[in-house]
């Protein structure tokens, strides 16, 4: 009865541990693998066949119509698209008419599908693209303005489609500091007498209220970039947004606050998607004004940014022996052309001016 209460049914004896066979010769583990394992592929799209300009396409599903063209070559007009972007479909110079469409459709957003019939330079398309251009350049500076980045580009789509911005007339006399930014949603400005045969402009006073980078709104074509960059698409601060409606409609941060005083965390980003200039480096913007920006005489040299163990790429753009600019590319898979206020910013010690000559300490 002891031993049964002690080893009971549900208690069985243990069995002792056998001791390892003789002959067994232990040795040490496998080396790792050199290679870092693989994922499974992913299943590749279907695709869709198409018909651009009266030649047959064949993309990946969900390709858009913007995709389509330039996988055969074709250079479409882009303002507000940028690859690293959700597009938000309002600057309008890439529309494209599809056969059946009852309006011209946005290529860079207009998803493919199977049959369709795409015409990108019909004369409907010819003359949109027109009159958009010549409404941007009668009303803004588009001097630097660009498809990607302020170069200047957007001229040639100017002498492509025959642009004319001034035959809306002599542009209106400049705002006066934030004069834009205080008026009122929905409410009507009628013209002076003066001002009444003239084209109205964003034209104004540069914004300058940091150190890091200006806000030259008479450059701004409201192509939404600074928006998304500030938005869901990279920082998720929300510091600046859309104010006003119509002609009135302007970038602004809450209240139109100084950016010190605003959400605004500095990270940049709002300048790398500005296709105008409207969004520039003090540093950019101050050697402009004084006539020393030079890109011919300017290096980029990628390299890693320093500041912490994320590992951002960065291009450092030097001119004169001294750091002028810092952007991130937009194919590198840690920043898609993003930054932090560190990556993008935190240059200047390395330009500020240096005593090579340490003094000796004698003891």
Same mark, same amino acid.
């Given at each position: 009865?002891?031993?049964?209460?002690?080893?009971?049914?549900?208690?069985?004896?243990?069995?002792?541990?056998?001791?390892?066979?003789?002959?067994?010769?232990?040795?040490?583990?496998?080396?790792?693998?050199?290679?870092?394992?693989?994922?499974?592929?992913?299943?590749?799209?279907?695709?869709?066949?198409?018909?651009?300009?009266?030649?047959?396409?064949?993309?990946?599903?969900?390709?858009?119509?913007?995709?389509?063209?330039?996988?055969?070559?074709?250079?479409?007009?882009?303002?507000?698209?940028?690859?690293?972007?959700?597009?938000?479909?309002?600057?309008?110079?890439?529309?494209?008419?599809?056969?059946?469409?009852?309006?011209?459709?946005?290529?860079?957003?207009?998803?493919?599908?199977?049959?369709?019939?795409?015409?990108?330079?019909?004369?409907?398309?010819?003359?949109?693209?027109?009159?958009?251009? $010549?409404?941007? /350049?009668?009303?803004?500076?588009?001097?630097? *303005?660009?498809?990607?980045?302020?170069? #200047?580009?957007? !001229? &040639?789509?100017?002498?492509?489609?025959?642009?004319?911005?001034?035959?809306?007339?002599?542009?209106?006399?400049?705002?006066?500091?934030?004069?834009?930014?205080?008026?009122?949603?929905?409410?009507?400005?009628?013209?002076?007498?003066?001002?009444?045969?003239?084209?109205?402009?964003?034209?104004?006073?540069?914004?300058?209220?940091?150190?890091?980078?200006?806000?030259?709104?008479?450059?701004?074509?409201?192509?939404?970039?600074?928006? $998304?960059?500030? /938005?869901?698409?990279?920082?998720?601060?929300? *510091?600046?947004?859309?104010?006003?409606? #119509?002609?009135? !409609? &302007?970038?602004?941060?809450?209240?139109?606050?100084?950016?010190?005083?605003?959400?605004?965390?500095?990270?940049?980003?709002?300048?790398?998607?500005?296709?105008?200039?409207?969004?520039?480096?003090?540093?950019?913007?101050?050697?402009?004004?004084?006539?020393?920006?030079?890109?011919?005489?300017?290096?980029?040299?990628?390299?890693?940014?320093?500041?912490?163990?994320?590992?951002?790429?960065?291009?450092?753009?030097?001119?004169?022996?001294?750091?002028?600019?810092?952007?991130?590319?937009?194919?590198?898979?840690?920043?898609?052309?993003?930054?932090?206020?560190?990556? &993008?910013?935190?240059?200047?010690?390395?330009?500020?001016?240096?005593?090579?000559?340490?003094?000796?300490?004698?003891?």
């Amino acid at each position: 009865m002891h031993g049964a209460h002690q080893h009971g049914a549900g208690h069985p004896r243990p069995s002792p541990v056998e001791p390892p066979s003789p002959g067994i010769v232990y040795t040490t583990p496998p080396a790792r693998a050199s290679r870092v394992p693989e994922p499974p592929p992913a299943p590749l799209p279907p695709r869709v066949t198409l018909q651009v300009d009266g030649v047959e396409v064949s993309v990946p599903a969900g390709s858009t119509i913007l995709d389509a063209c330039r996988a055969q070559g074709l250079d479409i007009p882009t303002l507000c698209y940028l690859e690293n972007l959700t597009p938000v479909n309002v600057c309008r110079v890439c529309v494209v008419e599809v056969k059946g469409s009852r309006v011209l459709a946005p290529a860079c957003s207009r998803k493919v599908e199977e049959g369709m019939e795409v015409q990108t330079e019909s004369e409907r398309v010819r003359l949109s693209r027109k009159v958009v251009l $010549e409404l941007l /350049g009668s009303s803004v500076d588009l001097s630097l *303005a660009g498809p990607r980045e302020p170069n #200047g580009d957007a !001229a &040639r789509y100017r002498e492509r489609y025959g642009a004319d911005p001034a035959r809306f007339g002599t542009s209106a006399a400049p705002a006066a500091a934030d004069e834009r930014d205080a008026r009122e949603p929905g409410h009507h400005h009628a013209p002076q007498s003066e001002q009444a045969a003239r084209a109205a402009t964003v034209e104004q006073p540069v914004k300058v209220d940091n150190n890091l980078y200006v806000r030259d709104y008479a450059k701004c074509i409201l192509c939404y970039k600074c928006v $998304e960059a500030c /938005g869901e698409d990279a920082q998720n601060t929300f *510091a600046i947004a859309v104010a006003g409606r #119509g002609f009135d !409609a &302007r970038i602004s941060t809450e209240w139109n606050a100084p950016l010190p005083d605003s959400a605004c965390v500095y990270c940049g980003n709002c300048i790398g998607v500005c296709p105008t200039g409207a969004l520039m480096f003090k540093s950019e913007h101050d050697m402009r004004a004084a006539g020393t920006w030079d890109e011919s005489a300017q290096t980029v040299t990628q390299t890693i940014c320093p500041y912490c163990g994320v590992g951002c790429a960065v291009d450092l753009h030097v001119q004169d022996n001294q750091i002028v600019k810092v952007t991130s590319p937009m194919d590198s898979t840690v920043t898609d052309g993003h930054l932090c206020i560190k990556g &993008r910013f935190g240059f200047e010690f390395t330009n500020a001016p240096r005593n090579l000559e340490l003094p000796v300490k004698r003891i």
